[in-house]
């Protein structure tokens, strides 16, 4: 079987080809006007990034082709009726949400410090109750890597009140 290309076919194809890369590339953008502004070329170099509202995906950069332009008047504001209520800007009901998440993240943050804190605590009185022990002049024994007990001479006992006094001074604060 043969395939025959037409020149109606082949306009169709193309038609369809064009109109899906004029849908994927759509640019949007607030005018220096204040007005929208809908193109399928990027804004011109003298608007800001904040103004830029829709841009095609994939792309990096604008290029420094004229954009073609149809520009979408804005509404015109009339004046507000007495029963309608007024629009702040901002969501009472999102705000609420994002304050309430705040206050967990504080009271987390807060009840890991009192943790903390308690251990620091805790780890002070012990090396405290260390210290005590080793200037009290008290043979202290401790277990070396096979099981057995053996006596710590001066040297030993020297470097360990040494690093039992770092600790409590660390956290005995």
Known sequence: MELKITPKHLVLVLAGWAFALSAAAQWQWIGKDGRKVFSDRPPPADIQDKDILKQPGGRGGRASVAPAVTEVPAPTVTAAKPNVPKISGKDAE????????????AAKKKAEEEKV???KTANCELAKKGLATFQSGVR????????????????????ESKRVQAIVDRDCN
């Open 117 to 119: 804190a308690k251990a």
């Open 140 to 159: 202290v024994a401790s277990t070396n890597a096979k099981g057995e007990r053996e006596i710590m001479d001066d040297n030993a006992r020297a470097a």
């Open 94 to 105: 999102l705000e609420a949400k994002k304050k309430k998440l705040e206050e967990e993240e």
